[in-house]
């Protein structure tokens, strides 16, 4: 079965600090990975996702993650965070079918002024 | 563009109550949908999924259950609401490779 470890619960970063946020993940084939964001009280926004080719992959909002297949990482970072980058991250996983997505339980940024 | 819509947005129930969450979904035909649940803030977890009219697939035996009576519409239901059903409840779509999913703004659930 595929899962997906954030080893972070909460990270506490200064306002133009770099970001990274870490993931693994377990999968027996090569998977799709996606990053999300939710805001308190809010749906899930799709930051990014990899499916192939180019294993650093660029999204929105100033964000990129990098595949790295031996070790079955997807971290996320950013150059630069901004106050508005306070949130709670996700990680996922999927084979590519129609059974859905795995997540992570989430990392918590802080952004500290 | 594709737009998903999910109503109601805020509820608050009384044990032993009936459940109906409602969500549609514009602009695309035959997506996949799903409905998810995020219990106290932490994770998600996938309650079912839809590859068709008529089509549900559970992920988890529990009080609710699932309908699509429509190709682009997903419901969500209870007979008899339990405390614990209480959450923050996501339907979603996908369509397309990778089956990127793409989520609603979510409905609060509180069951009291």
């Known amino acids: 079965a595929q899962s997906v470890t954030q080893p972070d619960i909460h990270i506490t970063v200064s306002e133009g600090a770099s970001l990274e946020l870490r993931c693994n993940y377990s999968?027996?084939?090569?998977?799709?990975l996606f990053w999300y964001v939710q805001s308190p009280g809010q749906g899930l926004q799709l930051l990014l996702k990899y499916f192939s080719g180019d294993t650093l992959v660029q999204g929105i909002k100033g964000f990129e993650a990098e595949f790295k297949r031996s070790q079955s990482s997807f971290n996320l970072r950013k150059p630069s965070v901004h106050w508005s980058d306070a949130a709670e991250y996700f990680c996922?996983?999927?084979?590519?079918?129609?059974?859905?997505?795995?997540f992570g339980k989430g990392t918590h940024l802080i952004i500290q002024p | 563009s594709q737009t998903i819509h999910q109503w109601p947005a805020t509820l608050v129930q009384p044990v032993g109550s009936p459940l109906s969450l409602e969500c549609t979904v514009e602009?695309?035909?035959?997506?996949?949908l799903y409905w998810y649940r995020q219990a106290a803030g932490r994770g998600l977890q996938l309650l079912f999924y839809?590859?068709?009219?008529?089509?549900i697939s559970s992920e988890v035996p529990q009080n609710l259950s699932a309908s699509r009576p429509q190709d682009r519409q997903f419901i969500l239901s209870s007979k008899k609401l339990l405390l614990s059903d209480s959450g923050f409840y996501l339907c979603?779509?996908?369509?397309?490779?990778?089956?990127?999913?793409?989520f609603g703004e979510g409905s609060w659930l509180t069951v009291v």
């Open positions: 839809s590859v068709g009219i008529g089509q």
């Open positions: 999968y027996g084939a090569t998977p799709y």
């Open positions: 996922a996983v999927s084979g590519g079918g129609a059974d859905g997505l795995t």
């Open positions: 602009g695309t035909s035959n997506p996949n």
């Open positions: 979603a779509w996908s369509v397309g490779e990778g089956n990127t999913i793409y």
